[in-house]
């Protein structure tokens, strides 16, 4: 869980939040950073499935198996939470359930590129 504003409040408030998650991180102390770290998650996550698709398509092109490229990118460099999780859960067993909707991730990517372009101006 991500929170931001006045530190005395956040932690009055502590309670409640560790009701809602086990980690709660402090993204600073004024309003609308917690918002902003998530967009910045959501913005990497959207990355990181766009990579892993094109690894894997590459990878399957050239005739290598979904479990061998998983289990040497799990085991290097290449490991992240699509990786870990999402294609072997998700997209390899057919069942594409991500826990949210694809409109809802491309939601926080054009957010974050609004709040991008904003301050670029």
């Given at each position: 869980m991500m929170v931001s504003?006045?530190?005395?409040?956040?932690?009055s408030l502590r309670p409640m939040f560790a009701a809602w998650g086990q980690t709660v991180v402090i993204a600073g102390d004024k309003p609308g950073a917690?918002?902003?770290?998530?967009?910045?998650?959501?913005?990497?996550?959207?990355?990181?499935?766009?990579?892993?698709?094109?690894?894997m398509v590459m990878g399957s092109r050239g005739g290598?198996?979904?479990?061998?490229?998983?289990?040497?990118?799990?085991?290097?460099?290449?490991?992240?939470?699509?990786?870990?999780?999402?294609?072997?859960?998700?997209?390899?067993?057919g069942t594409y359930d991500f826990g949210a909707t694809l409109d809802t991730l491309m939601k926080d990517v054009d957010l974050a590129i609004e709040r991008v372009r904003a301050w670029a101006c």
């Amino acid at each position: 869980m991500m929170v931001s504003g006045d530190a005395s409040r956040i932690e009055s408030l502590r309670p409640m939040f560790a009701a809602w998650g086990q980690t709660v991180v402090i993204a600073g102390d004024k309003p609308g950073a917690a918002q902003i770290l998530k967009l910045t998650n959501n913005i990497l996550f959207a990355v990181s499935i766009i990579a892993t698709s094109e690894a894997m398509v590459m990878g399957s092109r050239g005739g290598l198996s979904s479990d061998a490229m998983l289990q040497v990118i799990n085991n290097g460099t290449g490991r992240n939470f699509s990786t870990m999780t999402l294609f072997p859960k998700a997209v390899f067993t057919g069942t594409y359930d991500f826990g949210a909707t694809l409109d809802t991730l491309m939601k926080d990517v054009d957010l974050a590129i609004e709040r991008v372009r904003a301050w670029a101006c």
